[in-house]
Nanobody, 119 residues
């Protein structure tokens, strides 16, 4: 069974930082595009950041551009999301996901990790 396991969520103050990690189990995703998505209460899930299989291509939502950085270490089979200058509106459940291609369907998902930003 293939699973993606997120970690690193928690409580942070506005203006603070958190780093999320995602480690697949059951297989390697080193040749897959990967991404971070989030869903806030009462809102639809949205894309936060995506990265190509080799890290050469990244994409960010306008709401996090300049504050969040997506990266991956294929040797460690791990995906990261460095979140700086956190805002109250960043509060959400964050999910990592994988897709065969950068613009393709993200068909593998983790169970999510809660990020709560307080004032």
């Amino acid at each position: 069974q293939v699973t993606l396991v997120e970690s690193g969520g928690g409580l942070a103050q506005a203006g603070g930082s958190l780093r999320l990690s995602c480690a697949p189990s059951g297989r390697t995703f080193s040749t897959y595009a990967m991404g971070w998505f989030r869903q806030a209460p009462g809102k639809e899930r949205e894309s936060v950041a995506k990265i190509s299989w080799n890290g050469g291509l990244t994409q960010y939502s306008d709401s996090v551009k300049g504050r969040f950085t997506i990266s991956r270490d294929n040797g460690k089979n791990t995906l990261y999301l460095q979140m700086n200058s956190l805002k109250l509106e960043d509060t959400a459940v964050y999910y990592c996901a994988a897709a065969v291609t950068f613009s393709g369907v993200y068909g593998y998902w983790g169970q999510g990790t809660q990020v709560t930003v307080s004032s």
